[in-house]
């Protein structure tokens, strides 16, 4: 059974620090990977995709890194913002005819100015 | 943003007593899905639809049900609310095309007394 993990469950930085998010899965079988992004009392946003057969996928100040084989992918926050604060989430799907989203308990980031 | 929107957005009510909690979207998506939210133990799938009048069950499903009558329009009820069902739940859709890439809803804040 696949299960995900994101470690640190909290993270306070300040403001300009460059950061990494983790997340881990334990089937490395899947078809892709997506961080999401939080803010509190809304729903949920799609940060970044990656396809099973992708390494890394931009957008921003956003970087997130799979590594199949090891289970892991990273989520790279360059230059902070007290905007970015927020709870970050990774999901897995899973290889197979099977779409639906397996999700980790997220990370929670504050950014201090 | 897609056009979801969760209705209503929160709610207290009393155990024993019928919830039904109404998505509707703007934007034609096929799948449709509803998620509870719960502190240590994240986003789970209770029930989702992938067209009118075709549904299948979550993780979580046990005392909920659903109904979709119209592509637009996905309800969740819960025929006799439990404490356990104190949750805030997430709607969310998707395209035939990219299933896994989901766009959520606001949430709905359940209380159950």
């Known amino acids: 059974k696949q299960e995900v993990t994101q470690i640190p469950a909290a993270l306070s930085v300040p403001e300009g620090e460059n950061l990494v998010l983790n997340c881990s899965f334990t089937?490395?079988?899947?078809?892709?990977l997506q961080w999401f992004r939080q803010d509190p009392g809304k729903g949920l946003t799609s940060l970044l995709l990656?396809?099973?057969s992708q390494r890394e996928q931009t957008s921003g100040r956003l970087n997130a890194s799979l590594d199949k084989s090891s289970g892991r992918s990273t989520l790279y926050i360059a230059a902070s913002q007290p905007g970015d604060s927020a709870t970050y989430l990774c999901?897995?799907?899973?290889?197979?005819?099977?779409?639906?989203?397996?999700w980790g308990l997220g990370t929670s980031l504050a950014v201090n100015p | 943003d897609a056009g979801i929107t969760q209705s209503p957005r929160h709610k207290v009510t009393e155990t024993g007593t019928p919830v039904t909690l109404r998505c509707h979207q703007t934007e034609n998506h096929r799948y449709m899905y509803w998620y509870r939210q719960d502190p240590g133990h994240g986003l789970r799938l209770i029930h989702y639809s992938y067209g009118v009048k075709d549904t299948d069950k979550g993780e979580v499903s046990d005392g909920y049900s659903v109904s979709r009558s119209k592509t637009e329009d996905f309800l969740l009820t819960l025929e006799s609310a439990t404490s356990s069902q104190t949750s805030v739940y997430f709607c969310?859709?998707?395209?035939?095309?990219?299933?896994?890439?989901?766009?959520f809803g606001p949430g709905t804040r359940l209380l159950v007394l």
């Open positions: 969310a859709i998707s395209e035939s095309t990219s299933p896994e890439t989901q766009y």
């Open positions: 999901a897995v799907v899973n290889a197979g005819n099977n779409r639906k989203l397996i």
């Open positions: 089937d490395s079988a899947i078809y892709n």
């Open positions: 990656i396809q099973s």
